[in-house]
């Protein structure tokens, strides 16, 4: 890892040395977590899990060839150099911080309420038609997670893209003091961890936390449909660049036709491509009218770095769906869209109206969203009452809150929401487990199943089940 010696690690952790002083100009190999990972002359970094100490990994670390180890206990003597330090989070922060100086590449911040993964994906998709590019790896968007990223980083990448997510006050300053972003991108303000937070302009003071770590010459590109973001006209001194599709005072898209489960055609206007391109019609292979919205940001970021229009429609093609975010599955005679990483009101209602393109009947399985806040009762209600007006055929809950949905669903329908809706046919369940004993008398060939709720509800089990009936 380029210039992460001993010595520099130590002095930017904060930390006490002992060992071989000779070895502390020595550059480790790697920096982990993770001792079943570790490569020769890697350093090992022991974090107290709620489950876990990994102190008691440090001498198996030593005899799988790691050049040091990192932790907060007097470990004694030890066969092999090691750093203590007052807080093993911290000090990954710190010195993932300095390694990213080290290796002087532009970063991309991304974060939101809502599609800050399947914006990064996009941004990462098409700045690879013309660049090497490190991105975040799975959910890997908090304060251990950015510094991770970070680490697997090599010298021949030429733009790092991190997703950066927050819980709490404070936690995008920590993130942005890590990474220092180039470029930052917020996709919207939505109301999840309004627990937290409180409001959404809680939520706004939050992730706005991320331009402190920006420079004067930095790039702001925020959603100009979002009622709060478009509030922002000034950072360091410069104007956000805003996308939408209602506001076209940037980047906005329109002659919109919507392919179902195919994907999306659309016009991108106001763009500044490096050849002077301002017009794109393309074709979005990932379905979903929320994907306008991560293609046009990540368009506004490869504008940034000098993309040509034939770059960035090589890039729209490389954009693919990832495992628990609208993700179609075949399962025999099942259409999956697998969207259980995570959820709140707007990605649930984002993603029912993607169920509805389908063909066939559809069928919702939904659970609890959490960290809602005091008004999460009325939210899972709301969400029922809007599915109650679409072509829905089936709803199946799991969960206290994922109950509230039925019964808002229940309330709506007996209101006819909309003529499109037809008659719903609802289930409510304690546990997957009941649910899992009703599925196959529920389900028939030919359906497309949504599947969603908060990553906490372990709803990828749902998806493991089906596909496994279908191979089985």
């Known amino acids: 890892m380029k210039g992460m010696t001993l010595d520099v690690i130590c002095r930017v952790s904060g930390g006490t040395y002992t060992g071989d002083r000779a070895l502390l100009s020595r550059e480790v190999s790697q920096i982990t977590l993770d001792n079943r990972k570790l490569k020769k002359d890697g350093l090992f970094a022991a974090l107290c899990g709620e489950k876990v100490d990994a102190h008691t990994f440090i001498p198996a670390a030593y005899k799988a060839g790691a050049l040091c180890c990192l932790g907060t206990e007097d470990m004694g003597e030890l066969p092999g150099p090691y750093i203590r330090v007052a807080n093993v989070s911290e000090a990954l922060g710190r010195i993932a911080r300095r390694y990213i100086q080290n290796l002087n590449i532009p970063k991309v911040g991304i ?28 959910n890997h968007n908090n304060e251990l997670g950015v510094p991770i990223t970070a680490f697997s980083m090599t010298e021949d990448d030429e733009v790092a893209v991190f997703e950066m997510g927050i819980g709490n006050f404070g936690d995008m300053r920590h993130l942005t003091g890590i990474v220092h972003p180039d470029i930052a991108v917020i996709t919207n303000i939505g109301v999840a961890h309004m627990e937290a937070l409180g409001s959404r302009d809680g939520i706004l003071k939050a992730k706005t936390e991320i331009f402190e770590g920006m420079d004067g010459h930095g790039t702001v590109i925020l959603n100009g449909d979002d009622d709060k973001l478009i509030t922002v006209r000034d950072v360091h001194g410069r104007a956000p660049l805003f996308f939408g599709i209602q506001n076209r005072e940037g980047v906005f898209a329109d002659q919109i036709r919507e392919q179902g489960l195919a994907g999306t055609d659309c016009v991108i206007h106001g763009l500044r491509t490096d050849d002077g391109v301002t017009e794109l019609s393309v074709h979005i292979p990932i379905p979903g009218r929320h994907m306008i919205y991560n293609t046009m940001a990540a368009l506004l970021v490869a504008q940034t770095f000098g993309l040509t229009s034939r770059e960035m429609l090589d890039g729209i093609s490389r954009m693919k769906t990832i495992a628990g975010r609208q993700n179609l599955i075949r399962a025999g005679k099942l259409l999956l869209i697998d969207d259980c990483y995570n959820a709140n009101p707007v990605s649930m209602k984002s993603s029912i109206r993607l169920l509805c393109s389908a063909q066939g009947r559809k069928v919702c399985i939904l659970g609890d969203m959490l960290e809602l806040g005091e008004n999460e009762r009325p939210m899972h209600r709301e969400v029922g009452a809007f599915l109650a007006g679409m072509p829905v055929d089936l709803l199946l809950t799991v969960g206290e809150l994922g109950k509230e949905i039925s019964d808002g669903a229940r309330e709506a329908g007996t209101r006819k929401v909309s003529k499109d809706a037809g008659k719903l046919n609802i289930h409510a369940y304690d546990t997957k487990e009941q649910l899992f004993k009703d599925l196959p008398g529920l389900l028939e060939a030919g359906d497309t199943v949504l599947i969603k709720a908060s990553n906490g509800m372990g709803f990828s089990e749902i998806v493991e089940k089906l596909q496994a009936a279908a191979e089985g």
């Open 111 to 138: 974060t939101g309420s809502v599609g800050k993964t399947s914006t990064k994906e996009a941004v990462a998709a098409i700045l690879s038609a013309k660049y090497k590019v490190h991105k975040t790896q799975g």
